[in-house]
């Protein structure tokens, strides 16, 4: 097969909407950390949503499984409508609740887990509040286990778009090789 000879052929090499999808899936991680990671990491929430978490693997194993893909507008169309749905969820319904309990489950109004700055309000601390006592302790520490494995997941998700990414650019430069090659031949 000769190379391509017009500039669309050449601007739209096998693997372009590989990366297309890819990048669109790593800007929808960026854009889900943003929203859910710092209540995460405050261990006020164990979020990002299990669905959007589903949806960003389907996406990932399709580009995985598919030779040419369709466009990437199609194939995210699912992952952006659900997670944007969750952000905005999240965002209206759930953050004000997380800012309410914040304010009122401690006097002096600082976040769970930091230390208390000396004076009358430190009376109540997070401790008492979550003491092993009251079923909230235990709710607790589920969140905080259910948040490990959310960041494990989230982790590995990241983790997988990097090897695609990788795998990636050795197609594209296998490809290059291959080009120069078959030109070279029709140049002899």
Do not use: W
């Not at 739209?12 to 990366?19: F, I, K």
């Not at 995210?76 to 004000?96: C, G, H, N, T």
């Amino acid at each position: 097969a000769p190379p391509p000879r017009g500039g669309s052929e050449r601007g739209n090499p096998p693997l372009a909407r590989h990366a297309d999808i890819l990048a669109a899936v790593e800007t929808r991680l960026s854009l889900l950390n943003m929203t859910f990671m710092k209540y995460v990491d405050t261990n006020l929430c164990c979020f990002i949503p299990g669905k959007v978490i589903d949806e960003i693997y389907r996406v990932l194993r399709y580009v995985n499984s598919t030779r040419a893909p369709q466009r990437a507008h199609e194939v995210l169309q699912e992952l952006r409508d659900i997670s944007s749905m969750a952000m905005e969820y999240f965002d209206e319904k759930i953050v004000p609740i997380l800012k309410k309990k914040l304010t009122g489950s401690d006097v002096s109004g600082r976040l769970l887990g930091t230390p208390p700055v000396p004076g009358p309000s430190t009376t109540l601390t997070a401790v008492q509040l979550f003491s092993k006592q009251t079923p909230a302790r235990h709710e607790l520490c589920k969140l905080q286990q259910q948040v490990k494995t959310q960041g494990l997941n989230v982790t590995t998700v990241r983790r997988e778009l990097a090897d695609f990414r990788v795998k990636f650019q050795e197609q594209q430069k296998q490809l290059q090789d291959q080009d120069q090659k078959i030109l070279e031949q029709n140049q002899t």
